[in-house]
């Protein structure tokens, strides 16, 4: 059974990086893509971007360069990071597989990881 | 970007009824559509993908169909486990969205 678990700090500061770390357990990171999501509070899911093994990575574009994703084979893990966060980006924050048989859909997800961004 | 808007927002039904959400995408996405299910405090749950397909492990009750614009998510006779919100998702076009959720609710 495919795991994913999601770890990093729940509190950062306005202005700061948020990262985000998802340990993977199951099956290799070298296979499929693998995407990060969140969900502000009380909100719908917002899809942020996902990796492919190659390194190769989609970014929402509306997240202006902000975000970046990479990944390390070695400990089966990928990540997050996210700068310039201001309140508006306070929310559970998902790591998911992703299936790319027809189109890009998540059947594997963390259990969640609340980021609240403040001072 | 392709938007998704679902109806309706929320809904009341009982145990044994059958329910459908509607999911509309602003533009084709032919069968390139996704549901899930989400309980409070959990993370969402896969139901169907490619617009009719069954996720391994998901009861036959779930039924999804439609394909360019419309789609549908029918509960055929509804459990008390499935109380819970419900999301499309569009896989197709970059941004990935996702519609805006209907919470189904007991009544």
């Known amino acids: 059974q495919v795991q994913l678990q999601e770890s990093g700090p729940g509190l950062v500061r306005p202005s700061e990086t948020l990262s985000l770390t998802c340990t993977v357990s199951?099956?290799?990171?070298?296979?499929?893509?693998w995407s990060w999501l969140r969900q502000p509070p009380g909100k719908g899911l917002e899809w942020l971007g996902y990796?492919?093994?190659?390194?190769?990575?989609t970014y929402k574009p509306s997240l202006n360069g902000r975000i970046t994703i990479s990944a390390e084979p070695s400990k089966n893990q990928f990540s997050l990071r996210l700068t310039s966060v201001t309140a508006a980006d306070t929310a559970v924050y998902y790591c998911?597989?992703?299936?790319?048989?027809?189109?890009?859909?998540?059947?594997?997800w963390g259990q969640g990881a609340l980021v609240t961004v403040s001072s | 970007d392709i938007q998704m808007t679902q109806s309706p927002l929320s809904l009341s039904a009982s145990v044994g009824d059958r329910v459908t959400i509607t999911c509309r995408a602003t533009?084709?996405?032919?069968?390139?559509l996704s549901w899930y299910q989400q309980k409070p405090g959990k993370a969402p749950k896969l139901l169907i993908h490619?617009?009719?397909s069954l996720q391994s492990g998901v009861p036959s009750r779930f039924s999804g169909s439609g394909s360019g614009t419309e789609f549908t998510l029918t509960i055929s006779s509804l459990q008390p486990d499935d109380f819970a919100t419900y999301y499309c998702?569009?896989?197709?076009?970059?941004?990935?969205?996702f519609g805006g959720g209907t919470k189904v609710e007991i009544k």
């Open positions: 998911a597989r992703v299936r790319a048989n027809w189109g890009r859909y998540f059947d594997f």
């Open positions: 199951g099956d290799s990171i070298t296979t499929y893509y």
């Open positions: 533009g084709s996405i032919d069968t390139y």
């Open positions: 490619s617009a009719s």
């Open positions: 990796i492919y093994h190659t390194g190769s990575t």
């Open positions: 998702q569009q896989t197709v076009g970059t941004p990935l969205t």
